[in-house]
Each structure stands twice: as structure tokens, then as C-alpha cells.
């Protein structure tokens, strides 16, 4: 009887279970957005300034403006050089976080600011507009201004990064690691573990560290967010531009909405031997059944379309399946501002991760007490991508499918035709609609019908996209809930369109291209087990075809 492993819900972990030692699920790297509500509007701004300097906004210009940003300047580099603090000015390009990983690496600290990085970045910053005696408009604008990377030691969430700008209103990041919280936590109660970066690679109690783990989904995360934010952001950071005094008369006070957050399922295999078998047969599997024009122009790309690039950031869908090292496979999918990566993280962890590049995309609130909220979204969207992994995965037809297809059928009192996958369109309709499979919130006719239209058929319609969808729902290989223009596609039916595809692409055809050549070619280097299997019934299919005397057509002249 297979062992149960805590944790794992989704198809693809219960498949493998009897292979993993563990599991756990873990908030990865969190940013909130901190931000003082009152200053990101004109008259807010002005009211604040009055506050600040006794009720006047006689040097509520440019120049005092300036002034203030130079001063949070000096302060933070006179504080630094007081008390052993380095402060490193970045090139443009250079990766902050790495210079203080190696910074971490090489020096002992303790509790409290221990480095301090200087970048260039966009941020807001107000403009006024004025004559000698009045105001005459506060325009707000981004520009390019230095941003102070205050790298902090807590005792609680270990290294919190916060980045704010030196100018008003002082907008500001706070970025925390998930996996740090949990770290701390299973120290102080006693659970074994080794920690390569941001992965817990051996774990002597993986149960015990799921349920810590699985404390930061819970609602009491969003006041501990809360609580680390205050406890660093005012008295370490804000007080370069404005000290106590100046914070308490004006009411400065941060609020937080999360920005971007990162979800991991981690399998824990017993042997990294076979963790990687299991992961890269899964992507040969995944990468030729998802193998769509667009996805194939896309496999092996290392970055993404630049700003000025003409793809929409916003409905993208790309596939991307990339070896940085040697020992490393990267299998990354983008849904717009929402990513999914699998990948194997040290010697024997599997990690899957859903990642949310701008909250907004979730459509359940930014605010930081929603904080539950998003990371039950993200949960969500990991364990459907991992099941639909596994769909596309592992297949299968049911009976008389095949026979049943060609028939037509009704959706409610409709009667609409067959699917008959002699027809290009419709074997191309069934791979688009395989590779919207992951998609984490279904996907629409449009959507299909571009998909279709920018890879197989350049005039393929919008009309003619909702017709190939009423066949589909009418096999059952496409659903769509009630009140909704959205399609998804179930875990049988995904299991059934990728048997489809692959029996007419990868096993029909090249057996029947086969047939006709008696003879095989130099055996090729890497001799697979699918190439011994094909070469097995091309053998026995020639046999089979002269024993029911049926002979290859000719070659045309």
C-alpha cells in the first residue's frame, strides 16, 4: 500500500508519492508596497506639507524638495560610516541581491541594518509649480531618483530587504522570504533541517515543517507582515528623511498592499536519481504534446519581449523550457502577470512555484489583509498547473472514443456536428486548447481563436472558434460553467485531447512514414527507448502490412 505523504493534493504528487520522503508547501518571496496615503495626491501632499512646517507651504517648491532627498542622502551615509555600515553605490545592471548574499556569506551580523545598497530606479516625485506668492499646481511625475536598499537582520523573518526612495513621499518595498520565516520558526522549535538558499534540501520532521510552514497561509499572516514592516520602516529607515518629531507633527504613518508574491510546492525525492528521470521524462512528454507553433518558437528563449516589444504583456501565454547548468532543467510558463516554473532545486527537491507579478491580476484586493486571500490563489493556480501537468502527462482514450467522435451531438436542445481529426483545423483547435489547459482562469473564445490565428491559419475567426468549442462541448472535451465566457478544460478531457494528438502525431504518422522505407539509416548516437520502440513496430507493421497485402504508395516523380 502506498505511504501518504502530508501535503500533496494534486495529481502529479500523488502519482510520485511512493518516491518522495516528504512535502511541503511555503509563501516564497513576498514584496509589499508601503506607501503613505495622504502624499500620493496634490492637495493630500500640501496638507501634509503644512502639517510639517507648522501650517505654511511658503517653501513648498522644487528647490526644499530637492534639499529634503539630499539630506536623507547625507544621513544615511554619515549614520553608516558611524556605526561600520557599508554603503556600495550599484552599477546599473549589477543584482542587489546577490552582492548581499555574498555580503551574508563572508560577515557575522546581528539584529538590525548590516548593509546599505544605492541604486537608480523609477519613483514618484512631485513637481510644483509656483510664482513667488502662490502655488500654482503640484503635478506628480516618476522619475529616475536613488533608492536606498536597507538590508536588515530580523530575528523573526531573518533578511528583510526594505527599498525606499529618498524623495517625498518616500515610497517605499518591503521585501521578505518565506522560506526565512519558516527557517527561524524550525529552529526555535527544534526541527532539523539543511537550507541551501531558499530551500529546505534535508528536513529530519518534513511534516512538522509543513505545518510551520502552512502557518504563513494563514489570516495572522497580514499582522505579522504588518508588525515586521513597522517595526523597521520608521525608526530605520524613514528617520534619514524625516525623524521622530517630524513623523509624529505630520501624521506620516506607512499603509501596505502586497505587490508580488511567490507560492512553492516542494517534493522532497528519496533519490536525486530518480527526481531528475521523473522530471525530465515529464518534459520530453509535456514539451512534444504541448508542441504549438507558438510554444515551439518560444522553447529555449532566455528572456522576455523587451518593453517596446509588440506582444501584450498582459495576455501572453508563452512556454519556456531552458538548462542554465548542467544540473539544472527550468520549465516556466507565463499567463499574463502570473508565472508557473518547475525545476529542481539541490539534490533531491522538486519544486514547483506560481508566481504573481502584480497582485492586481488576482482580482481578490491588494491590501495586506488580504494577504490569506492571495495566497489561497496562488495555492490554487499550483495545484491545478500541477495537475494539468500531470494530465498532459499521462493519457488515455476511452473506449469507443474513436468511433464516437465522428458522430454529431447535442449541447442541450442543439444539435451540433462531429470532430473529425483527419481535418488540420481541428487538430489544430485541440492542441491551442491543450495548451490553454494550465491557464488559471480558463480562457476565452478570442483568446483561441488569436492562438490559432498567429500559429496555423492566419484568417481563423473569432465565430469560427466558438463553432470548434460547441463541438468540443458537445464530446465533453471542453466545459463552461453557467453565466461565464470563460472555457476550462476538465482533468479527463485534458488526459483525452493529449492521447488524441499524440496517437495521430506520434504514433500513426511515424509508423505509416516508416512503413515505406524497408531500411533504416545509421543508427543514431542517443538510441532512446521510444527509438527502439518505434524501430520495433516499424519492423512488425511492415510485416503486418504485406500479411494484408497493403503496399506504401509511390513515390511521386
Request: charged letters at 25%.
Amino acid at each position: 500500500m502506498a505511504r501518504r505523504v502530508p501535503g500533496v493534493a494534486d495529481e502529479f504528487s500523488v502519482r510520485y508519492r511512493d518516491l518522495l520522503t516528504g512535502s511541503y508547501d511555503c509563501v516564497d518571496r513576498i514584496v509589499l508596497k508601503a506607501y503613505f496615503p495622504l502624499g500620493h495626491n496634490p492637495g493630500g501632499f500640501r496638507v501634509w506639507w503644512r502639517r510639517l512646517h507648522e501650517g505654511s507651504d511658503e517653501h513648498l517648491d522644487n528647490a526644499h524638495l530637492m534639499r529634503m532627498a539630499g539630506r536623507f542622502s547625507r544621513r544615511v551615509r554619515a549614520w553608516a560610516g558611524a556605526h561600520g555600515v557599508p554603503v556600495i553605490d550599484c552599477k546599473r545592471g549589477e543584482r542587489k541581491h546577490r552582492i548581499a548574499e555574498d555580503y551574508l556569506a563572508g560577515h557575522r551580523v546581528r539584529t538590525g541594518v548590516f548593509l546599505v545598497l544605492v541604486a537608480k530606479a523609477p519613483a514618484t516625485v512631485w513637481e510644483v509649480q509656483r510664482s513667488p506668492e502662490k502655488i500654482g499646481n503640484i503635478v506628480k511625475k516618476t522619475a529616475y531618483v536613488n533608492h536606498y536598499s536597507f538590508h536588515i537582520m530580523d530575528p523573526q523573518w531573518g533578511h528583510v530587504t526594505i527599498k525606499m526612495s529618498g524623495h517625498p513621499p518616500f515610497g517605499a518595498q518591503v521585501i521578505l522570504n518565506g522560506h526565512e520565516y519558516v527557517a527561524c520558526q524550525a529552529a526555535g522549535a527544534g526541527i532539523g533541517f539543511t537550507k541551501e538558499g531558499n530551500c529546505f534540501t534535508r528536513v529530519d520532521q518534513p511534516a512538522d515543517l509543513a505545518r510551520v510552514a502552512d502557518t504563513l497561509s494563514h489570516a495572522a499572516t497580514a499582522g505579522r507582515l504588518s508588525q515586521v514592516c513597522d517595526r523597521w520602516i520608521h525608526s530605520a529607515c524613514l528617520c534619514f528623511g524625516l525623524d521622530h518629531d517630524d513623523q509624529a507633527r505630520s501624521g506620516f504613518r506607512y499603509a501596505y498592499s502586497v505587490f508580488q508574491v511567490e507560492y512553492s510546492r516542494n517534493l522532497l525525492f528519496g533519490s536525486g536519481a530518480q527526481m531528475d528521470r521523473v522530471f525530465n521524462t515529464v518534459l520530453d512528454r509535456s514539451r512534444s504534446r504541448l508542441d504549438v507553433p507558438t510554444l515551439r518558437t518560444l522553447f529555449g528563449a532566455k528572456q522576455r519581449p523587451g518593453r517596446n516589444g509588440t506582444a501584450d504583456q498582459s495576455s501572453r501565454l508563452a512556454a519556456v523550457i531552458e538548462k542554465p547548468r548542467w544540473d539544472l532543467t527550468l520549465f516556466k510558463v507565463h499567463f499574463g502577470l502570473l508565472t508557473f516554473k518547475g525545476y529542481t532545486k539541490g539534490e533531491h527537491v522538486l519544486r514547483f512555484e506560481a508566481i504573481v507579478h502584480n497582485t492586481r491580476q488576482l482580482r481578490c484586493g491588494r491590501v495586506v489583509d488580504r494577504f490569506a486571500d492571495i495566497v489561497a490563489k496562488l495555492a490554487g493556480i499550483a495545484e491545478r498547473f500541477c495537475t494539468a501537468l500531470d494530465c498532459v502527462d499521462v493519457s488515455f482514450l476511452p473506449d469507443q472514443l474513436l468511433d464516437q467522435l465522428p458522430l454529431p451531438s447535442h449541447i442541450g436542445a442543439t444539435r451540433v456536428g462531429g470532430i473529425d481529426l483527419n481535418k488540420p483545423r481541428i487538430r489544430a483547435v485541440l492542441s491551442g486548447v491543450l495548451a490553454l489547459a494550465a491557464a488559471p482562469t480558463g480562457f476565452t473564445v478570442s483568446q483561441l481563436a488569436h492562438r490559432l490565428s498567429a500559429t496555423t491559419d492566419p484568417a481563423y475567426t473569432t465565430r469560427q472558434a466558438a463553432y470548434d468549442l460547441r463541438k468540443l462541448r458537445g464530446k465533453g472535451l471542453v466545459a463552461k460553467p453557467d453565466r461565464s465566457r470563460r472555457y476550462q478544460l476538465p482533468e479527463q478531457a485534458a488526459r483525452t485531447i493529449a492521447a488524441l494528438i499524440t496517437l495521430r502525431d506520434q504514433v500513426i504518422a511515424p509508423i505509416l512514414a516508416g512503413v515505406r522505407s524497408p531500411r533504416r539509416g545509421r543508427k543514431p548516437a542517443r538510441w532512446t527507448a521510444v527509438d527502439r520502440d518505434y524501430e520495433t513496430l516499424r519492423i512488425n507493421m511492415q510485416k503486418l502490412f504485406d500479411d494484408l497485402a497493403i503496399t506504401p504508395a509511390p513515390a511521386a516523380a
